[in-house]
C-alpha cells in the first residue's frame, strides 16, 4: 500500500473530515472510495472511447432510434 501526501485548503480538508464522520468512515477508506469511483468512472469513459473508435455509427444510430420510445 502507498501513502500519498495531498494538500487542500483547510475549509475542503475540514469538509472532507465531516463527510467521513457523517458517513462512519475514516478519512483515509473515506478517500479510497471516493477514489475508487473516480477511477471507475474514468475507466468506464475510456472503455467507451475505445468501443466509439470501433464502432459502426449508423448501427449505432438505429439501436438508439429502437430505444428513443418516449419521442415516439
Known amino acids: 500500500m502507498s501513502t500519498l501526501t495531498v494538500r487542500l485548503p483547510d475549509d ?3 469538509r ?3 463527510l467521513a464522520r457523517s ?3 475514516s478519512v483515509n477508506k473515506l ?3 471516493m477514489s475508487a469511483q473516480a477511477l471507475a468512472a474514468w ?3 475510456n472503455r ?3 468501443l ?3 464502432g459502426d455509427v449508423q448501427q449505432a444510430l438505429a439501436i438508439l432510434d429502437r430505444l428513443d420510445v418516449g419521442g415516439k
Open 12 to 14: 475542503t480538508a475540514e
Open 16 to 18: 472532507l473530515k465531516s
Open 23 to 25: 458517513r462512519g468512515l
Open 31 to 33: 478517500m479510497e472510495e
Open 43 to 45: 475507466d468506464t469513459e
Open 48 to 50: 467507451f472511447r475505445t
Open 52 to 54: 466509439a473508435v470501433q
